[in-house]
């Protein structure tokens, strides 16, 4: 094996380990830092598959930014045990099961018809995956898809915006009612 | 071992083991003097004399505080979580590390040039968050978990600003690889008869003001040490911490510093580019410019009083961000037009 597929099998090995870590652990703010490894070493096996920027924005935006909001609200909720019980947790079981049989299911039928390609066995482009091409991609082939996506952002940061605001009582002067505090 | 050695695969790792441990050490050094240096200027802002007992000058106060560190009691809050506990401290210390590894020092120095080098710095100051969150909430305690749920927020917010005013520069290098970006501002540039070095800070220079701002801000130095006020926190984040822990926390936020002044030098300062020195030695350019940078840090520090919360958010969301995003505008729209057609 040469370096790069060590190392890819290394956070291979990694990312398997902390994703059922992920599902397994008791403790949710456990759960979200063994999430936050998976991240990382998803990005890394991106880096031993030559796709560096995509790489470093897998870190930044999942690694950096989404998980720290998640245990941002997982340890203001002071959650130390999953406490729900009855039918709801035996549905979310249930679907659970259901979502890893198909996960499972379908990864065997890549691997079975060839169609994932297997740990860096074709060589990408020295260039591919690099920020230039990813730019040039997202603003000329893809940028419809672009564009949309960064709409659906901006409704979702609008209607959190009007949900935090709260409901103004009618009459009540602008700005009365959950102005407390700044934008955190 | 012959057959070992001409593997290039076993060269690069080995190499890169030395480099990173010579530049480890090298920063411990650093670190423990620039200690030193804020309680000298401190003490010297203050008309006080700063450390003068150990040794000539006080000269050994950093070796005699390593000591005393190491052999104080380890305190652990009762209730607490072990694991996440234990493991904060050296994530504090981690990221920073991490960042020294595509710093490009000097022309021949520097541990690994990457084409994603100025990505992975931003990578590890969004991970540095966690330090201090995993700290507070680890620890069982009020003070702890306010500093570093406060600490989330603010790293956060500015995070946003400081990636921004990155993208100025980038846009003139043309070039993620922070080597690249030093190298595009190697050239002279002439205003009139006067020749003045091409460093992005005279293209920038509200992108090196937002830079620098923010880098206070992620680093946790006044005045936007909101995370530790001591006035209403007790220690915040590392109140429940002792011994070479809350070293592990002091060491980090110093490397980050470095680390952190190491990028805007390379981004804004024109790198390891000046006049005089032979090549070898350009990283001497490099040194000085990081050590004006860290002088700033600790005038700061001295200086200004701590921002409250509210103005802390005000500045870094209504203040920072519209004007790094107004920044990138202009630099497109500039840099657009003067392209030949």
Do not use: C
Request: aromatic share 12%.
């Amino acid at each position: 094996v040469t370096l790069v597929q060590a190392l890819f099998l290394v956070f291979g090995a990694l990312l398997v380990v902390s994703s059922l870590m992920v599902v397994v652990h008791r403790n949710p703010v456990t759960s979200a830092l063994f999430l936050v490894l998976g991240f990382v070493s998803l990005g890394a096996i991106y880096l031993t598959l030559r796709a560096e920027f995509l790489g470093m924005v897998q870190i930044i935006v999942y690694a950096g930014a989404i998980m720290v909001l998640f245990l941002f609200v997982l340890m203001y909720l002071n959650l130390q045990h999953d406490v729900e019980t009855g039918v709801q947790i035996a549905l979310r079981r249930g679907l659970g099961w259901l979502m890893g049989v198909l996960v499972l299911g379908l990864g065997a039928l890549l691997l079975g018809r060839g169609w994932a390609s297997g740990p860096a066995s074709a060589a990408a482009p020295a260039t591919h995956g690099n920020a230039h091409e990813v730019g040039i991609a997202l603003y000329s082939r893809y940028l419809f898809p672009f564009e949309i996506t960064s709409m659906v952002l901006l409704v979702a940061m609008v209607g959190a915006i009007v949900i935090t605001r709260g409901r103004r009582a009618p009459g009540a002067p602008p700005g009365a009612a959950g102005d407390e505090g700044g934008a955190s | 071992m012959a057959a070992l050695w001409s593997n290039p695969d076993f060269q690069f790792v080995f190499w890169a083991i030395v480099k990173i441990v010579v530049i480890l050490l090298a920063l411990l050094g650093v670190v423990s003097y620039l200690i030193y240096v804020e309680r000298k200027v401190a003490g010297h802002m203050q008309a006080r004399t700063g450390p003068n007992r150990v040794g000539p000058l006080g000269l050994l106060q950093p070796v005699a505080d390593i000591l005393k560190l190491f052999f104080k009691e380890e305190f652990i809050a009762q209730h607490s979580n072990r694991v996440i506990y234990h493991v904060a401290p050296a994530l504090a210390v981690i990221p920073a590390l991490v960042t020294f590894s595509v710093l490009p020092l000097g022309p021949l120095v520097t541990v690994t040039d990457i084409n994603v080098g100025l990505l992975l710095f931003l990578a590890m100051s969004s991970l540095g968050v966690y330090a201090i969150t995993l700290a507070g909430w680890s620890s069982n305690s009020k003070y702890s978990l306010l500093g570093g749920l406060r600490s989330s927020a603010q790293m956060i917010s500015y995070e946003l600003s400081m990636g921004l005013a990155t993208i100025g520069p980038l846009l003139l290098a043309g070039t993620l690889s922070l080597t690249g970006i030093v190298e595009a501002q190697s050239r002279m540039l002439h205003v009139g008869p006067v020749p003045i070095p091409g460093w992005f800070v005279f293209f920038q220079p509200v992108a090196f003001v937002i830079f620098m701002i923010t880098a206070l801000a992620e680093t946790n130095r006044a005045p936007f040490d909101l995370p530790e006020g001591e006035a209403e926190l007790v220690g915040g984040f590392h109140t429940e911490y002792s011994s070479m822990k809350w070293g592990l926390f002091f060491l980090g936020e110093y490397m980050n510093m470095i680390a952190i002044s190491g990028i805007a030098v390379a981004l804004f300062l024109g790198g390891w580019n000046g006049p005089f020195l032979p090549e070898p030695l350009k990283v001497v350019w490099f040194v000085a410019k990081v050590f004006a940078l860290l002088f700033g840090f600790i005038w700061i520090r001295w200086t200004y009083p701590r921002l409250r919360y509210d103005q802390l958010m005000n500045l870094g969301w209504k203040v920072l961000l519209p004007a790094s995003i107004v920044n990138i505008l202009v630099t497109a729209v500039v840099i657009y037009w003067r392209q030949p057609s």
